[in-house]
Nanobody, 126 residues
Framework: EVHVAESGGGLVQAGESLRLSCVYS????????IGWFRQAPGKEREGVGC????????YYKNSVKGRFTISNDNAQKTVYLQMNRLKPEDTAVYYC???????????????????WGKGTLVTVSS
C-alpha cells in the first residue's frame, strides 16, 4: 500500500524560506513521480512542480520557477520542496502526490497523480 505524508508547513514572513518534506513508501516498481500541489483559500488546487525518479528530472510551474526547488533523498524515501523568497500569495495548503511509473512529458503531472497526502499549511505574512 502506498503512503504519502507531507510535513514542514508553518508561518513565515515574506521573503523567508521554508522546506517541506514528503515521505513516501509502498511502491512496488522502481519508477515514480512525486508531485507538489497547493490550494489557496477560495482557489482551485494547482500544481507546483514534480520530481521523476526516471532520470532525476524536475519540472516547475512558472509561478514558482527560480524560487522553489524539488529534491529527492532516495535513501530516506523523502522528496523535499525548498521554498525561497516566499510571497503572501504562496499561502496555501501544500500537498504531495505520487504516480507510479514514468510520466512523459512531466508537464502533465497534474493530471495523473494516484496517491495523495493530507497536506500541510504554509502561511506567508506580509
Amino acid at each position: 500500500e502506498v503512503h504519502v505524508a507531507e510535513s514542514g508547513g508553518g508561518l513565515v514572513q515574506a521573503g523567508e524560506s521554508l522546506r517541506l518534506s514528503c515521505v513516501y513508501s509502498g511502491f512496488e516498481i522502481g519508477s515514480y513521480v512525486i508531485g507538489w500541489f497547493r490550494q489557496a483559500p477560495g482557489k482551485e488546487r494547482e500544481g507546483v512542480g514534480c520530481f521523476s525518479s526516471s532520470g532525476g528530472r524536475t519540472y516547475y510551474k512558472n509561478s514558482v520557477k527560480g524560487r522553489f526547488t524539488i529534491s529527492n533523498d532516495n535513501a530516506q524515501k523523502t522528496v523535499y520542496l525548498q521554498m525561497n523568497r516566499l510571497k503572501p500569495e504562496d499561502t496555501a495548503v501544500y500537498y504531495c502526490a505520487v504516480r507510479e511509473g514514468v510520466v512523459y512529458p512531466l508537464e502533465i503531472f497534474e493530471e495523473v497523480m494516484d496517491y495523495w497526502g493530507k497536506g500541510t499549511l504554509v502561511t506567508v505574512s506580509s
